[in-house]
């Protein structure tokens, strides 16, 4: 199944860096989501309850930056996955998270794409 629902630049506030300096000020990131539902896309009827809360997703996401500091983006992007797969009707998700740090470049980031266990 290729339905998916995809979240563009959500931002997230957290602590995160590799130095103590890094981390003693919050930074933004920015991660996209690819979601790919457990049922697909067709025959919701309109109805939210069939599909997956973009919204509910995003302040999960959201939550789980601010609740602790890490040193790496790749532990959050794998958190975030675990988190979405555990908490939602998916089957898989795709996520790259960018990090705003070197000033030469527009971003760092990483990609990673997690599936549901069978």
């Known amino acids: 199944m290729n339905d998916a629902i995809h979240i563009q630049e ?5 602590r995160i860096g590799v130095s103590d300096d890094e981390r003693s000020t919050p930074q933004r990131l920015v991660v996209n989501l690819t ?6 896309l067709a025959g919701l009827a309109d109805q939210i309850e069939k599909t997956v809360n973009y ?12 609740v602790r500091e890490r040193r790496l983006i790749e532990t959050l992007a794998e958190e975030i996955g675990e988190l979405l797969l ?8 795709e996520i790259q998270l ?8 527009a971003f ?8 549901v266990s069978n």
């Open 98 to 105: 960018r990090k705003y740090i070197i000033p030469e470049t």
């Open 108 to 115: 760092v980031a990483v990609t990673i794409r997690r599936e």
């Open 10 to 14: 959500l931002e997230l506030i957290t």
């Open 35 to 40: 979601l790919y539902p457990t049922h697909g």
């Open 86 to 93: 555990g908490s939602f009707p998916l089957t898989a998700v």
């Open 55 to 66: 919204f509910d997703v995003c302040q999960a996401v959201m939550s789980l930056a601010k």
